[in-house]
Protein backbone atom coordinates (compact mmCIF):
# COMPACT_ATOMS: atom_id res chain seq x y z
CA UNK A 1 0.00 0.00 0.00
CA UNK A 2 1.06 3.87 -0.91
CA UNK A 3 0.55 6.47 1.03
CA UNK A 4 -1.50 9.48 -0.43
CA UNK A 5 2.00 11.20 0.07
CA UNK A 6 3.45 8.58 -1.73
CA UNK A 7 0.75 8.81 -4.56
CA UNK A 8 0.93 12.69 -5.09
CA UNK A 9 3.65 14.25 -3.08
CA UNK A 10 3.19 17.77 -4.16
CA UNK A 11 -0.21 17.64 -1.90
CA UNK A 12 -0.61 19.57 1.02
CA UNK A 13 -3.72 19.31 2.61
CA UNK A 14 -5.56 16.22 2.84
CA UNK A 15 -9.15 15.07 4.74
CA UNK A 16 -8.82 11.63 5.89
CA UNK A 17 -10.32 9.92 9.51
CA UNK A 18 -8.43 8.64 13.02
CA UNK A 19 -8.38 5.14 12.85
CA UNK A 20 -6.97 4.01 16.27
CA UNK A 21 -4.98 6.71 18.94
CA UNK A 22 -3.43 4.93 22.14
CA UNK A 23 -1.04 6.73 24.90
CA UNK A 24 2.82 6.29 23.71
CA UNK A 25 5.82 8.06 24.30
CA UNK A 26 8.78 10.05 22.42
CA UNK A 27 12.01 10.25 23.03
CA UNK A 28 13.16 13.52 21.87
CA UNK A 29 16.53 15.80 21.50
CA UNK A 30 15.53 19.29 23.56
CA UNK A 31 18.04 21.96 23.85
CA UNK A 32 20.98 19.02 23.71
CA UNK A 33 19.32 16.50 26.45
CA UNK A 34 17.26 14.12 25.88
CA UNK A 35 13.75 13.84 27.01
CA UNK A 36 10.48 12.07 27.17
CA UNK A 37 7.68 13.31 25.92
CA UNK A 38 4.42 11.79 26.85
CA UNK A 39 1.51 11.75 23.92
CA UNK A 40 -0.45 9.53 21.53
CA UNK A 41 0.54 7.40 18.63
CA UNK A 42 -2.65 8.42 16.08
CA UNK A 43 -3.13 5.86 12.76
CA UNK A 44 -4.99 7.27 9.98
CA UNK A 45 -6.74 6.21 7.11
CA UNK A 46 -4.68 7.38 5.09
CA UNK A 47 -2.03 10.25 5.09
CA UNK A 48 -0.07 12.82 3.15
CA UNK A 49 2.73 12.68 6.01
CA UNK A 50 5.60 10.81 5.21
CA UNK A 51 7.05 8.07 7.68
CA UNK A 52 10.59 8.51 7.78
CA UNK A 53 12.22 5.86 5.67
CA UNK A 54 14.87 4.83 2.72
CA UNK A 55 17.46 7.64 4.30
CA UNK A 56 14.81 10.20 4.40
CA UNK A 57 13.38 11.86 7.63
CA UNK A 58 9.75 11.98 8.16
CA UNK A 59 7.39 15.03 7.58
CA UNK A 60 5.97 17.33 9.78
CA UNK A 61 2.66 18.79 10.08
CA UNK A 62 -0.70 19.31 11.60
CA UNK A 63 -3.53 16.92 12.30
CA UNK A 64 -6.09 19.47 12.47
CA UNK A 65 -4.80 21.99 14.79
CA UNK A 66 -2.23 19.30 16.91
CA UNK A 67 0.98 19.10 15.97
CA UNK A 68 1.94 16.21 14.68
CA UNK A 69 5.99 15.56 16.30
CA UNK A 70 7.11 12.55 14.27
CA UNK A 71 6.02 10.24 12.22
CA UNK A 72 7.18 6.45 11.61
CA UNK A 73 6.24 3.23 9.71
CA UNK A 74 5.04 0.41 11.01
CA UNK A 75 4.45 -2.10 7.92
CA UNK A 76 2.15 -0.71 5.81
CA UNK A 77 0.50 1.66 8.40
CA UNK A 78 1.93 5.45 8.81
CA UNK A 79 2.60 5.96 13.19
CA UNK A 80 1.72 9.33 13.68
CA UNK A 81 2.99 11.06 17.36
CA UNK A 82 0.80 13.97 18.67
CA UNK A 83 0.52 15.72 21.97
CA UNK A 84 -3.29 15.66 22.37
CA UNK A 85 -5.39 12.89 22.24
CA UNK A 86 -7.73 12.34 18.88
CA UNK A 87 -11.06 10.93 18.62
CA UNK A 88 -11.64 7.46 17.00
CA UNK A 89 -13.70 7.85 13.62
CA UNK A 90 -13.12 11.91 13.72
CA UNK A 91 -13.19 13.22 10.41
CA UNK A 92 -9.68 15.56 10.41
CA UNK A 93 -7.78 17.65 7.88
CA UNK A 94 -3.99 17.19 7.58
CA UNK A 95 -1.70 19.84 6.73
CA UNK A 96 1.95 19.24 5.46
CA UNK A 97 5.22 21.42 6.75
CA UNK A 98 5.41 22.21 2.59
CA UNK A 99 8.93 24.05 3.34
CA UNK A 100 10.41 20.62 4.93
CA UNK A 101 8.57 18.31 2.82
CA UNK A 102 9.49 20.45 -1.16
CA UNK A 103 12.82 20.30 0.60
CA UNK A 104 13.23 16.83 0.93
CA UNK A 105 11.83 16.07 -2.27
CA UNK A 106 14.92 18.61 -3.76
CA UNK A 107 17.32 16.69 -1.95
CA UNK A 108 16.05 13.19 -2.46
CA UNK A 109 15.35 13.33 -5.99
CA UNK A 110 18.97 14.86 -5.96
CA UNK A 111 20.48 12.23 -4.93
CA UNK A 112 18.83 9.66 -7.06
CA UNK A 113 20.60 12.02 -9.71
CA UNK A 114 23.96 12.33 -8.54
CA UNK A 115 23.92 8.45 -7.25
CA UNK A 116 22.60 7.51 -11.13
CA UNK A 117 25.35 9.80 -12.70
CA UNK A 118 28.11 9.23 -10.27
CA UNK A 119 28.05 5.28 -11.61
CA UNK A 120 27.63 5.56 -15.00
CA UNK A 121 30.41 7.89 -15.52
CA UNK A 122 32.90 6.47 -13.40
CA UNK A 123 31.07 3.33 -12.25
CA UNK A 124 31.38 4.65 -8.50
CA UNK A 125 28.18 3.08 -6.42
CA UNK A 126 26.46 4.32 -3.59
CA UNK A 127 26.61 2.54 -0.63
CA UNK A 128 24.73 4.78 1.69
CA UNK A 129 23.34 8.21 1.76
CA UNK A 130 22.38 10.79 4.72
CA UNK A 131 19.93 13.94 4.38
CA UNK A 132 21.37 16.23 7.04
CA UNK A 133 19.54 19.31 8.37
CA UNK A 134 22.46 21.55 6.30
CA UNK A 135 23.92 19.47 3.59
CA UNK A 136 23.32 15.79 2.79
CA UNK A 137 25.73 13.13 2.06
CA UNK A 138 26.35 9.91 -0.62
CA UNK A 139 28.65 7.35 0.39
CA UNK A 140 30.86 6.41 -2.90
CA UNK A 141 32.25 3.30 -3.09
CA UNK A 142 35.98 4.51 -4.05
CA UNK A 143 38.80 5.47 -2.29
CA UNK A 144 38.67 9.13 -3.55
CA UNK A 145 37.24 11.41 -5.98
CA UNK A 146 39.46 13.85 -8.15
CA UNK A 147 38.45 17.55 -7.98
CA UNK A 148 38.25 17.32 -11.36
CA UNK A 149 35.41 14.23 -11.44
CA UNK A 150 33.73 16.14 -9.10
CA UNK A 151 33.83 18.95 -11.39
CA UNK A 152 32.47 17.36 -14.04
CA UNK A 153 29.63 15.02 -12.10
CA UNK A 154 27.95 18.37 -11.07
CA UNK A 155 28.53 19.89 -14.69
CA UNK A 156 26.74 16.29 -15.85
CA UNK A 157 23.73 16.72 -13.00
CA UNK A 158 22.92 20.35 -13.59
CA UNK A 159 22.64 19.74 -17.79
CA UNK A 160 20.21 17.17 -16.34
CA UNK A 161 18.44 19.31 -14.84
CA UNK A 162 17.80 22.04 -17.62
CA UNK A 163 17.11 19.41 -19.63
CA UNK A 164 13.56 19.18 -17.95
CA UNK A 165 13.61 15.81 -17.47
CA UNK A 166 10.43 14.19 -15.99
CA UNK A 167 10.27 11.88 -12.76
CA UNK A 168 7.94 9.60 -12.79
CA UNK A 169 6.37 6.82 -10.37
CA UNK A 170 5.86 2.94 -10.85
CA UNK A 171 4.28 0.40 -8.48
CA UNK A 172 5.00 -3.17 -9.52
CA UNK A 173 4.03 -5.77 -7.61
CA UNK A 174 6.68 -8.01 -5.66
CA UNK A 175 6.70 -10.67 -8.45
CA UNK A 176 6.87 -8.75 -11.04
CA UNK A 177 10.02 -9.31 -13.65
CA UNK A 178 10.35 -6.19 -13.82
CA UNK A 179 11.65 -5.51 -10.37
CA UNK A 180 15.14 -7.37 -11.74
CA UNK A 181 15.79 -4.36 -13.67
CA UNK A 182 16.19 -1.90 -11.35
CA UNK A 183 18.13 -0.90 -8.44
CA UNK A 184 17.30 -1.91 -4.50
CA UNK A 185 18.68 1.47 -2.81
CA UNK A 186 15.66 2.62 -0.68
CA UNK A 187 13.92 -0.91 -0.35
CA UNK A 188 12.25 -1.31 3.15
CA UNK A 189 13.72 -4.66 5.12
CA UNK A 190 9.86 -5.28 5.78
CA UNK A 191 7.82 -4.37 2.03
CA UNK A 192 4.49 -4.31 2.09
CA UNK A 193 2.28 -4.20 -0.76
CA UNK A 194 3.25 -3.02 -3.91
CA UNK A 195 6.75 -1.70 -5.18
CA UNK A 196 7.35 1.77 -5.96
CA UNK A 197 9.69 2.70 -8.58
CA UNK A 198 11.27 6.17 -8.80
CA UNK A 199 11.77 6.46 -12.73
CA UNK A 200 14.34 9.68 -13.82
CA UNK A 201 13.32 9.47 -17.77
CA UNK A 202 16.51 7.57 -19.54
CA UNK A 203 18.55 8.14 -16.56
CA UNK A 204 18.05 5.73 -13.58
CA UNK A 205 15.55 3.89 -12.16
CA UNK A 206 15.09 2.80 -8.45
CA UNK A 207 12.94 1.06 -5.71
CA UNK A 208 12.82 4.24 -3.41
CA UNK A 209 9.76 4.76 -0.64
CA UNK A 210 10.49 8.47 -0.66
CA UNK A 211 8.95 11.55 -1.82
CA UNK A 212 10.28 13.27 -5.44
CA UNK A 213 9.66 16.10 -7.39
CA UNK A 214 7.98 15.42 -10.73
CA UNK A 215 10.55 16.61 -13.02
CA UNK A 216 14.51 17.65 -12.82
CA UNK A 217 14.19 21.18 -13.20
CA UNK A 218 11.88 21.13 -9.89
CA UNK A 219 15.34 20.70 -8.61
CA UNK A 220 16.64 23.94 -9.63
CA UNK A 221 20.23 23.49 -9.40
CA UNK A 222 22.76 21.12 -7.74
CA UNK A 223 26.29 22.04 -6.11
CA UNK A 224 28.96 19.87 -4.94
CA UNK A 225 30.52 21.22 -1.92
CA UNK A 226 33.49 18.44 -2.13
CA UNK A 227 34.56 15.41 -0.24
CA UNK A 228 35.42 14.26 2.79
CA UNK A 229 36.92 11.11 3.91
CA UNK A 230 34.66 8.09 4.06
CA UNK A 231 34.53 4.56 6.14
CA UNK A 232 37.28 2.11 4.84
CA UNK A 233 37.87 3.21 1.17
CA UNK A 234 34.96 5.17 0.94
CA UNK A 235 34.48 8.89 0.07
CA UNK A 236 31.46 11.03 1.53
CA UNK A 237 30.15 13.64 -1.07
CA UNK A 238 28.89 16.65 0.55
CA UNK A 239 26.03 18.21 -1.65
CA UNK A 240 22.93 20.85 -1.56
CA UNK A 241 20.33 21.05 -3.76
CA UNK A 242 17.85 23.88 -5.02
CA UNK A 243 16.90 25.86 -2.41
CA UNK A 244 19.39 24.96 0.31
CA UNK A 245 21.84 25.92 -2.65
CA UNK A 246 19.82 29.89 -2.76
CA UNK A 247 20.36 29.82 1.15
CA UNK A 248 24.09 28.61 1.37
CA UNK A 249 25.11 31.34 -1.36
CA UNK A 250 23.06 33.60 0.94
CA UNK A 251 24.89 32.88 3.83
CA UNK A 252 27.91 32.83 2.16
CA UNK A 253 27.57 36.72 0.97
CA UNK A 254 26.39 37.76 4.62
CA UNK A 255 30.04 36.44 5.49
CA UNK A 256 31.62 37.64 2.69
CA UNK A 257 30.02 41.85 3.58
CA UNK A 258 31.02 40.89 7.22
CA UNK A 259 34.63 39.91 6.16
CA UNK A 260 34.87 42.79 3.77
CA UNK A 261 34.35 45.33 6.99
CA UNK A 262 36.27 43.38 9.12
CA UNK A 263 39.40 42.98 7.12
CA UNK A 264 39.12 46.31 5.04
CA UNK A 265 39.83 44.33 1.95
CA UNK A 266 37.70 43.55 -1.05
CA UNK A 267 37.40 39.02 -1.06
CA UNK A 268 39.36 38.45 -3.51
CA UNK A 269 42.14 39.55 -0.75
CA UNK A 270 40.61 37.60 2.44
CA UNK A 271 42.67 34.74 2.27
CA UNK A 272 46.10 36.86 2.27
CA UNK A 273 44.86 39.41 5.01
CA UNK A 274 43.87 36.41 7.33
CA UNK A 275 47.05 34.69 6.83
CA UNK A 276 49.06 37.92 7.51
CA UNK A 277 46.83 38.59 10.85
CA UNK A 278 47.54 34.57 12.02
CA UNK A 279 51.27 35.54 10.99
CA UNK A 280 51.22 38.11 13.36
CA UNK A 281 49.02 36.81 16.13
CA UNK A 282 51.85 34.33 16.47
CA UNK A 283 54.44 36.20 16.54
CA UNK A 284 52.72 38.18 19.44
CA UNK A 285 51.87 34.77 21.32
CA UNK A 286 55.68 33.75 21.06
CA UNK A 287 56.41 37.07 22.32
CA UNK A 288 54.15 36.82 24.94
CA UNK A 289 55.41 33.80 25.97
CA UNK A 290 58.64 34.66 26.53
CA UNK A 291 57.30 37.96 28.72
CA UNK A 292 56.00 35.03 30.60
CA UNK A 293 58.51 33.17 31.35
CA UNK A 294 60.63 36.43 32.00
CA UNK A 295 58.21 36.93 34.64
CA UNK A 296 58.19 33.63 36.33
CA UNK A 297 61.46 33.72 36.55
CA UNK A 298 61.55 37.23 38.41
CA UNK A 299 58.37 36.29 40.37
CA UNK A 300 60.19 33.78 42.13
CA UNK A 301 63.72 35.96 42.43
CA UNK A 302 61.49 38.78 44.28
CA UNK A 303 60.54 35.86 46.72
CA UNK A 304 63.64 34.64 47.37
CA UNK A 305 65.70 38.11 47.74
CA UNK A 306 62.88 38.96 50.13
CA UNK A 307 64.25 38.63 53.79
CA UNK A 308 61.54 38.76 55.58
CA UNK A 309 60.28 35.51 53.55
CA UNK A 310 58.42 32.69 55.31
CA UNK A 311 57.90 29.21 53.94
CA UNK A 312 54.95 29.75 51.91
CA UNK A 313 54.68 31.65 48.93
CA UNK A 314 51.05 32.26 46.79
CA UNK A 315 50.16 33.99 43.27
CA UNK A 316 48.04 34.94 41.06
CA UNK A 317 48.08 35.28 37.51
CA UNK A 318 45.18 35.67 34.81
CA UNK A 319 47.29 35.38 31.92
CA UNK A 320 49.20 32.57 32.80
CA UNK A 321 49.59 28.95 32.19
CA UNK A 322 51.31 25.40 33.29
CA UNK A 323 54.57 26.52 32.33
CA UNK A 324 54.41 29.45 33.75
CA UNK A 325 53.75 28.39 37.22
CA UNK A 326 55.90 25.48 37.25
CA UNK A 327 59.02 27.75 36.24
CA UNK A 328 58.18 29.71 39.34
CA UNK A 329 57.88 26.50 41.30
CA UNK A 330 60.99 25.33 40.05
CA UNK A 331 62.88 28.51 40.95
CA UNK A 332 61.92 28.07 44.57
CA UNK A 333 63.37 26.00 46.61
CA UNK A 334 60.31 24.21 47.25
CA UNK A 335 61.48 21.24 49.43
CA UNK A 336 61.40 23.70 52.23
CA UNK A 337 58.56 26.43 51.19
CA UNK A 338 55.02 25.54 49.97
CA UNK A 339 54.15 27.10 46.72
CA UNK A 340 50.51 27.62 45.82
CA UNK A 341 50.06 29.32 42.39
CA UNK A 342 46.82 29.83 40.02
CA UNK A 343 46.34 31.04 36.43
CA UNK A 344 42.84 32.12 35.00
CA UNK A 345 39.76 34.15 36.07
CA UNK A 346 39.61 35.79 39.44
CA UNK A 347 36.75 33.70 40.13
CA UNK A 348 36.31 31.29 37.06
CA UNK A 349 37.56 28.47 35.96
CA UNK A 350 41.36 28.23 36.14
CA UNK A 351 44.42 26.28 36.85
CA UNK A 352 46.55 25.68 39.96
CA UNK A 353 49.68 24.06 41.47
CA UNK A 354 50.83 23.40 44.77
CA UNK A 355 54.24 22.36 45.30
CA UNK A 356 56.49 21.88 48.56
CA UNK A 357 57.57 19.38 50.86
CA UNK A 358 56.12 15.92 49.88
CA UNK A 359 54.07 14.92 52.83
CA UNK A 360 52.63 18.20 52.86
CA UNK A 361 51.82 18.09 49.29
CA UNK A 362 49.98 14.47 49.66
CA UNK A 363 48.02 15.92 52.87
CA UNK A 364 46.77 19.31 51.66
CA UNK A 365 46.33 18.53 47.59
CA UNK A 366 43.48 16.92 47.81
CA UNK A 367 41.86 19.48 50.32
CA UNK A 368 42.88 22.48 47.80
CA UNK A 369 41.21 20.39 45.21
CA UNK A 370 38.02 19.99 47.42
CA UNK A 371 37.57 23.30 47.89
CA UNK A 372 38.08 25.00 44.20
CA UNK A 373 35.51 22.44 43.16
CA UNK A 374 38.58 21.27 40.74
CA UNK A 375 39.98 17.59 39.37
CA UNK A 376 43.61 16.91 39.83
CA UNK A 377 46.45 14.49 40.40
CA UNK A 378 50.08 15.09 42.44
CA UNK A 379 53.12 13.12 42.57
CA UNK A 380 56.72 13.65 43.61
CA UNK A 381 55.93 16.99 45.69
CA UNK A 382 53.70 18.40 43.67
CA UNK A 383 49.67 18.32 42.91
CA UNK A 384 47.80 19.94 40.24
CA UNK A 385 44.99 20.20 38.06
CA UNK A 386 42.52 22.32 36.95
CA UNK A 387 39.47 23.81 38.85
CA UNK A 388 36.02 25.09 38.10
CA UNK A 389 36.09 28.19 40.09
CA UNK A 390 38.98 30.53 41.97
CA UNK A 391 36.05 32.14 43.99
CA UNK A 392 37.74 30.03 47.36
CA UNK A 393 41.77 30.86 46.39
CA UNK A 394 41.69 33.26 49.59
CA UNK A 395 40.11 30.37 51.27
CA UNK A 396 42.69 28.34 50.41
CA UNK A 397 45.65 30.55 50.96
CA UNK A 398 44.94 31.11 54.12
CA UNK A 399 44.58 27.61 54.73
CA UNK A 400 47.65 26.67 53.60
CA UNK A 401 49.48 30.24 55.85
CA UNK A 402 47.73 28.64 59.10
CA UNK A 403 49.16 25.00 57.71
CA UNK A 404 52.91 26.22 57.31
CA UNK A 405 52.88 28.47 60.80
CA UNK A 406 51.99 25.42 62.34
CA UNK A 407 54.50 23.56 61.56
CA UNK A 408 57.59 23.53 63.94
Not at 25 to 48: A, P, R
Request: hydrophobic share 40%; glycine share 8%; aromatic share 6%.
Amino acid sequence: MAFQCQRDCYMQEFVTSVVACSPAELKQEINGKKEIIKGFNVKLQDTILFPEGGGQPDDHGLIGDVPVLRVTRNGAEAVHFVGSVLEVGREVQLKVDWERRFDHMQQHSGQHLITALADSMFGYKTTSWELGRQRSTIELDTPSLKPAQVEALEAAVNEKIRANIPVTVQLLSLDDPALEKVRSRGLPDDPAGPIRIIDIEGVDANMCCGTHVSNLSHLQVIKLLGTEKGKKNKTNLIFLVGFRVLKYVERSYSIERSLVSLLKTGPDDHVDAVDKIQKTVKALQKCNLNLLRDMAVLVAQNFKLNPERGNFFAFHKKEGDNEFMSIIANEIATEETLVFLTVGEEKGPGLFLLAGPSQKVVELGPRVLEMLEGKGAGKNGRFQGKVNSMARRGEVEALLLEHCRSEP
